[in-house]
């Protein structure tokens, strides 16, 4: 079964860039037709939609962070990385990979996640803090 595993630094200084990266076992992120998706969770917050990268390396990000979010991949590792440049405490979050959603639709480009059951499976989530 497929599982997915955020890594990364739990605390990142304002104005830094968080970096994480989602190693994935049990799938290869290239199988047709998936997508990786990268979430937060900030604290007493909903989920918030990131971005998400094709099983063909198209990158779709929400307009929230489009001038700060890179997402990546390296096949080879099969994994998919997330940078958020420029970050501040309101970026303090519990961040998710997860594999999907079913796809990519106009709402994602309007920052929506769609229905949360597109979305299986999940990362456990990792805490990011950002603080000086």
Known sequence: QVQLQESGP?????????????????GSITTNYYYWSWIRQPPGKELEYMGSISYGGTKYYSPSFKSRISISRDTSKNQFTLQLSSVTPE????????????GISSAHFEGLMGPLNEYDPWGQGTQVTVSS
């Open 91 to 102: 970026d303090t979050a519990v961040y998710y990979c997860a594999r999907g959603p079913r």
């Open 10 to 26: 739990g605390l990142v200084k304002p104005s830094q860039t968080l970096s994480l990266t989602c190693t994935v076992s049990g």
